[in-house]
């Protein structure tokens, strides 16, 4: 079944709180080597931001301040769907690329969606090999999903608002 009719379909009984973590959950295990995902960005701060890389490679990318020279956010910033990958090596005149995979981050697949008017941009690695296109769209079909889950969140569930922050605060800076 796709995992948009799951959560939509055979997910009714499960409540906002449980399809967020059912979600983020299999994010991380489609993307081993970490991913971010920024949900409804205004300028250029999301509402809430899912993190899972390596804390080694988060220190580095904050400190030099990488976010407007990384590819994969400027491309989600001009556009939406999945972006081809020889176009975002092609904008890396950063070396941000070069530098993920000293961190072992050596295969991506980038997205972004403007649904209903809100931006939201997701990066996902592995190191291991290129993700192959069902990979691919399950993840987008996942990312699709959280980025209109946490669109209608607060205002269905008062409590779900919350949990997100809480959640977004987790995934973003894990407990060591």
Known sequence: MHVTKALTGSGRGMNLTSQLRLLLTRLKLQSPGGFAAAFHVDFATPKYLFQTY?????????QKGIVMKDPAVRWGFANDGIAPWSELKAMD????????????????CVMATSEHGSKSIGAFSRSDNDFTKAEIEQIHA????????????????????????DLSIQHTHPKS
Not at 54 to 62: F, H, K, L, Q
Not at 93 to 104: N, P, Q, S, Y
């Open 54 to 62: 390596d804390a080694a490679w988060m220190a580095y990318y904050s």
């Open 93 to 108: 005149e950063h070396g941000v690329f070069d530098k993920a995979v000293e961190f072992d981050l050596n295969h991506w």
């Open 142 to 165: 996942d990312f699709i999903s959280l980025h209109n889950l946490t669109l209608q969140g607060p205002e269905t569930e008062p409590e779900f608002g919350e949990m997100l922050v």
